[in-house]
Protein backbone atom coordinates (compact mmCIF):
# COMPACT_ATOMS: atom_id res chain seq x y z
CA UNK A 1 0.00 0.00 0.00
CA UNK A 2 1.37 3.47 -0.95
CA UNK A 3 1.40 5.72 1.88
CA UNK A 4 -1.21 8.00 0.52
CA UNK A 5 -3.73 5.69 0.98
CA UNK A 6 -2.37 4.55 4.27
CA UNK A 7 -2.70 7.82 5.54
CA UNK A 8 -5.87 8.73 4.09
CA UNK A 9 -7.36 5.24 5.92
CA UNK A 10 -5.84 7.09 9.07
CA UNK A 11 -7.89 10.48 7.80
CA UNK A 12 -4.53 12.13 6.73
CA UNK A 13 -2.02 11.70 10.13
CA UNK A 14 -0.20 8.96 11.40
CA UNK A 15 2.77 8.35 14.25
CA UNK A 16 6.06 7.40 13.53
CA UNK A 17 5.04 3.97 15.31
CA UNK A 18 2.16 3.33 13.16
CA UNK A 19 4.02 3.74 9.96
CA UNK A 20 6.69 1.61 10.90
CA UNK A 21 4.36 -1.10 12.12
CA UNK A 22 3.11 -1.33 8.58
CA UNK A 23 6.12 -1.35 6.53
CA UNK A 24 7.45 2.00 6.16
CA UNK A 25 11.11 2.49 7.13
CA UNK A 26 12.96 6.03 7.93
CA UNK A 27 14.45 5.56 4.99
CA UNK A 28 11.26 5.49 2.93
CA UNK A 29 9.69 8.29 5.02
CA UNK A 30 12.54 10.40 4.25
CA UNK A 31 12.41 9.52 0.18
CA UNK A 32 8.20 10.68 0.96
CA UNK A 33 9.20 14.03 2.33
CA UNK A 34 11.46 15.10 -0.06
CA UNK A 35 9.07 14.60 -2.83
CA UNK A 36 6.52 16.18 -0.74
CA UNK A 37 4.07 13.10 -0.64
CA UNK A 38 3.88 13.69 2.93
CA UNK A 39 4.66 16.44 5.89
CA UNK A 40 6.43 15.71 8.99
CA UNK A 41 3.70 17.73 11.67
CA UNK A 42 6.36 18.05 14.81
CA UNK A 43 8.69 14.75 15.60
CA UNK A 44 7.33 11.44 15.46
CA UNK A 45 4.05 12.41 13.50
CA UNK A 46 3.19 12.65 9.77
CA UNK A 47 0.80 13.85 7.78
CA UNK A 48 -0.58 14.35 4.16
CA UNK A 49 0.26 17.88 3.28
CA UNK A 50 -2.52 20.65 4.63
CA UNK A 51 -4.89 17.10 5.18
CA UNK A 52 -4.15 16.15 8.46
CA UNK A 53 -7.07 18.06 10.08
CA UNK A 54 -8.29 17.91 12.86
CA UNK A 55 -6.50 14.40 14.11
CA UNK A 56 -3.00 15.94 12.66
CA UNK A 57 -4.01 18.74 15.32
CA UNK A 58 -4.56 16.05 18.12
CA UNK A 59 -1.14 14.22 17.15
CA UNK A 60 1.05 17.79 17.07
CA UNK A 61 -0.05 18.17 20.62
CA UNK A 62 -0.56 14.45 21.89
CA UNK A 63 -3.39 14.65 22.17
CA UNK A 64 -6.62 12.73 21.50
CA UNK A 65 -10.12 13.98 19.69
CA UNK A 66 -13.15 13.26 21.96
CA UNK A 67 -16.75 14.70 22.15
CA UNK A 68 -18.86 16.27 18.94
CA UNK A 69 -14.96 16.54 17.03
CA UNK A 70 -14.86 12.30 17.77
CA UNK A 71 -18.74 12.04 16.20
CA UNK A 72 -17.99 11.51 12.10
CA UNK A 73 -15.25 8.90 13.63
CA UNK A 74 -18.14 6.36 15.15
CA UNK A 75 -20.47 7.74 12.81
CA UNK A 76 -23.02 9.45 15.38
CA UNK A 77 -25.92 11.55 14.19
CA UNK A 78 -24.65 15.46 15.25
CA UNK A 79 -27.26 18.38 14.62
CA UNK A 80 -23.67 20.35 13.62
CA UNK A 81 -20.08 20.04 12.90
CA UNK A 82 -17.88 20.85 15.84
CA UNK A 83 -16.63 24.85 15.22
CA UNK A 84 -13.18 24.17 17.52
CA UNK A 85 -11.62 20.83 18.01
CA UNK A 86 -12.51 18.75 21.11
CA UNK A 87 -9.68 17.20 22.58
CA UNK A 88 -8.34 15.09 25.78
CA UNK A 89 -4.80 16.30 25.83
CA UNK A 90 -3.71 13.76 28.52
CA UNK A 91 -1.97 16.47 30.35
CA UNK A 92 -2.55 20.04 32.05
CA UNK A 93 -1.70 21.96 29.34
CA UNK A 94 -4.55 23.31 27.01
CA UNK A 95 -4.76 23.45 23.62
CA UNK A 96 -5.14 26.92 22.50
CA UNK A 97 -8.38 27.37 20.42
CA UNK A 98 -9.63 24.09 21.41
CA UNK A 99 -12.33 22.88 24.33
CA UNK A 100 -10.37 20.75 26.50
CA UNK A 101 -11.95 17.87 28.53
CA UNK A 102 -11.01 15.53 30.71
CA UNK A 103 -8.54 12.53 30.98
CA UNK A 104 -9.70 9.04 29.29
CA UNK A 105 -10.50 6.40 31.33
CA UNK A 106 -11.30 3.61 28.63
CA UNK A 107 -9.98 2.14 25.65
CA UNK A 108 -9.24 4.69 22.88
CA UNK A 109 -9.47 4.41 19.15
CA UNK A 110 -7.11 1.13 18.06
CA UNK A 111 -5.72 3.20 14.99
CA UNK A 112 -6.58 7.20 15.30
CA UNK A 113 -5.89 10.20 17.84
CA UNK A 114 -9.50 9.54 19.10
CA UNK A 115 -10.79 8.76 22.60
CA UNK A 116 -13.07 5.83 22.65
CA UNK A 117 -16.30 5.32 22.09
CA UNK A 118 -17.37 5.48 26.09
CA UNK A 119 -15.66 8.54 26.55
CA UNK A 120 -16.81 10.34 23.54
CA UNK A 121 -19.99 9.45 24.97
CA UNK A 122 -19.37 10.98 28.65
CA UNK A 123 -17.74 13.73 27.58
CA UNK A 124 -20.64 14.93 25.25
CA UNK A 125 -22.84 14.14 27.90
CA UNK A 126 -21.32 16.62 29.95
CA UNK A 127 -20.05 19.07 27.62
CA UNK A 128 -23.14 19.81 24.78
CA UNK A 129 -26.48 21.40 25.39
CA UNK A 130 -29.01 18.72 26.49
CA UNK A 131 -30.22 18.15 23.09
CA UNK A 132 -27.23 17.83 21.23
CA UNK A 133 -25.92 15.19 23.99
CA UNK A 134 -29.67 13.71 23.29
CA UNK A 135 -28.45 13.01 19.82
CA UNK A 136 -25.30 11.84 20.10
CA UNK A 137 -25.70 8.88 22.23
CA UNK A 138 -28.56 7.60 20.53
CA UNK A 139 -27.41 5.84 18.19
CA UNK A 140 -24.32 3.76 20.59
CA UNK A 141 -27.11 3.08 22.80
CA UNK A 142 -29.76 1.77 20.00
CA UNK A 143 -27.21 -0.13 18.40
CA UNK A 144 -26.09 -1.56 22.01
CA UNK A 145 -22.49 -0.55 21.75
CA UNK A 146 -22.82 1.18 25.34
CA UNK A 147 -26.20 -0.01 27.40
CA UNK A 148 -27.72 2.91 29.13
CA UNK A 149 -26.84 1.09 32.75
CA UNK A 150 -22.97 1.35 31.78
CA UNK A 151 -23.44 5.32 31.04
CA UNK A 152 -25.63 5.86 34.32
CA UNK A 153 -22.71 3.69 36.30
CA UNK A 154 -19.95 6.13 34.91
CA UNK A 155 -22.06 9.23 36.38
CA UNK A 156 -22.93 8.64 39.61
CA UNK A 157 -23.65 11.63 42.01
CA UNK A 158 -25.56 15.29 42.03
CA UNK A 159 -23.18 16.50 39.88
CA UNK A 160 -23.54 14.12 36.86
CA UNK A 161 -27.46 14.70 37.66
CA UNK A 162 -27.80 16.94 34.23
CA UNK A 163 -25.65 14.60 32.09
CA UNK A 164 -28.20 11.61 33.40
CA UNK A 165 -31.48 13.57 32.96
CA UNK A 166 -30.47 13.26 29.33
CA UNK A 167 -30.01 9.26 29.20
CA UNK A 168 -33.98 9.30 30.21
CA UNK A 169 -34.65 10.59 26.61
CA UNK A 170 -33.25 8.29 24.90
CA UNK A 171 -35.28 5.44 23.21
CA UNK A 172 -34.82 2.08 22.38
CA UNK A 173 -35.53 2.35 18.27
CA UNK A 174 -35.06 5.66 16.37
CA UNK A 175 -35.19 5.32 12.62
CA UNK A 176 -33.93 8.94 12.28
CA UNK A 177 -32.63 11.81 14.14
CA UNK A 178 -35.97 13.71 13.62
CA UNK A 179 -37.56 11.02 15.77
CA UNK A 180 -35.48 11.50 18.50
CA UNK A 181 -35.94 15.48 18.29
CA UNK A 182 -39.47 14.64 18.14
CA UNK A 183 -40.02 12.40 20.63
CA UNK A 184 -37.65 14.38 23.03
CA UNK A 185 -40.15 18.24 22.57
CA UNK A 186 -43.35 15.44 22.75
CA UNK A 187 -42.08 14.81 25.98
CA UNK A 188 -40.79 17.62 27.20
CA UNK A 189 -44.25 18.99 26.90
CA UNK A 190 -45.63 16.26 28.95
CA UNK A 191 -47.68 14.63 26.30
CA UNK A 192 -48.51 10.86 25.86
CA UNK A 193 -46.36 9.72 23.38
CA UNK A 194 -46.40 5.72 21.89
CA UNK A 195 -43.85 5.16 18.59
CA UNK A 196 -43.83 3.26 15.89
CA UNK A 197 -47.50 1.89 16.36
CA UNK A 198 -48.76 -0.28 14.20
CA UNK A 199 -52.24 1.45 12.61
CA UNK A 200 -54.97 -0.77 10.82
CA UNK A 201 -54.97 -0.02 7.34
CA UNK A 202 -52.10 2.25 7.15
CA UNK A 203 -48.88 0.65 8.98
CA UNK A 204 -46.30 1.32 11.12
CA UNK A 205 -46.30 5.46 11.75
CA UNK A 206 -43.61 7.87 13.95
CA UNK A 207 -45.69 8.70 17.02
CA UNK A 208 -49.59 8.00 18.47
CA UNK A 209 -49.80 10.86 20.68
CA UNK A 210 -52.58 11.15 23.35
CA UNK A 211 -54.39 8.03 21.51
CA UNK A 212 -56.19 10.06 18.88
CA UNK A 213 -53.24 11.88 17.09
CA UNK A 214 -50.59 10.75 14.35
CA UNK A 215 -47.62 12.33 13.63
CA UNK A 216 -45.42 11.55 11.28
CA UNK A 217 -41.59 12.88 10.65
CA UNK A 218 -40.46 13.61 7.48
CA UNK A 219 -37.13 13.73 6.39
CA UNK A 220 -35.68 14.18 2.53
CA UNK A 221 -36.87 10.98 0.80
CA UNK A 222 -40.07 12.36 1.74
CA UNK A 223 -39.90 14.84 -1.01
CA UNK A 224 -39.57 12.55 -3.84
CA UNK A 225 -42.64 11.96 -5.76
CA UNK A 226 -43.39 8.53 -5.08
CA UNK A 227 -43.02 8.90 -1.32
CA UNK A 228 -45.27 11.54 -1.43
CA UNK A 229 -47.83 9.97 -3.23
CA UNK A 230 -47.58 7.20 -0.60
CA UNK A 231 -47.56 9.49 2.43
CA UNK A 232 -50.94 11.10 0.74
CA UNK A 233 -52.53 7.22 0.75
CA UNK A 234 -51.09 7.03 4.43
CA UNK A 235 -52.84 10.57 5.39
CA UNK A 236 -55.98 9.83 3.98
CA UNK A 237 -56.26 6.03 5.45
CA UNK A 238 -55.10 7.61 8.67
CA UNK A 239 -58.39 9.93 8.51
CA UNK A 240 -60.73 7.35 7.45
CA UNK A 241 -59.74 4.77 10.26
CA UNK A 242 -60.92 7.38 12.92
CA UNK A 243 -57.74 9.16 13.57
CA UNK A 244 -56.63 12.67 13.07
CA UNK A 245 -52.74 13.27 11.29
CA UNK A 246 -50.04 15.99 11.10
CA UNK A 247 -46.64 15.64 9.19
CA UNK A 248 -43.53 17.64 10.15
CA UNK A 249 -40.41 18.50 7.92
CA UNK A 250 -36.71 18.88 9.07
CA UNK A 251 -37.02 22.20 9.34
CA UNK A 252 -40.37 22.33 11.69
CA UNK A 253 -38.50 19.63 13.73
CA UNK A 254 -34.92 20.88 13.82
CA UNK A 255 -35.52 24.64 13.44
CA UNK A 256 -39.09 24.91 14.70
CA UNK A 257 -39.23 22.55 17.32
CA UNK A 258 -42.31 24.91 19.66
CA UNK A 259 -44.05 25.88 16.65
CA UNK A 260 -44.52 21.81 16.13
CA UNK A 261 -45.82 21.39 19.66
CA UNK A 262 -47.64 24.22 19.48
CA UNK A 263 -49.54 23.02 16.65
CA UNK A 264 -50.10 19.42 18.04
CA UNK A 265 -51.12 20.73 21.34
CA UNK A 266 -53.82 22.92 19.39
CA UNK A 267 -55.50 19.73 17.76
CA UNK A 268 -55.76 18.13 20.66
CA UNK A 269 -57.68 20.75 22.28
CA UNK A 270 -59.67 21.03 19.24
CA UNK A 271 -60.42 17.70 19.35
CA UNK A 272 -61.18 17.88 23.65
CA UNK A 273 -63.53 20.48 22.14
CA UNK A 274 -65.78 18.17 20.07
CA UNK A 275 -64.42 20.34 16.84
CA UNK A 276 -64.41 16.21 14.90
CA UNK A 277 -67.22 15.04 16.02
CA UNK A 278 -69.66 13.61 13.54
CA UNK A 279 -70.83 15.78 11.03
Not at 150 to 174: E, Q, S, T, W
Request: hydrophobic share 45%.
Amino acid sequence: MDIDTFLRQRGGAARTAALAKAGYSRTRLAKALEANQITRVRRGVYSLPDEGGVLGLALRHNARLTCLSAAPIYGLWALREAEVAHLSPGHKKTVPGTLTHGRLLHRVHPLLPVAGLADVLIHALHCLPEIEALVLVQTPLQQGDVTLDFLRRKLPGNRNARARAVLDYVIPRADSLLEVLANYHFRRAGLHVRRHVQVPGVGEVDFLIEECLVVETDGVTHLEPKQVKKDRARNNATVIGGLLCLRFGYADVVHHPERMVAQVLAVLEQSRRGAFNPC
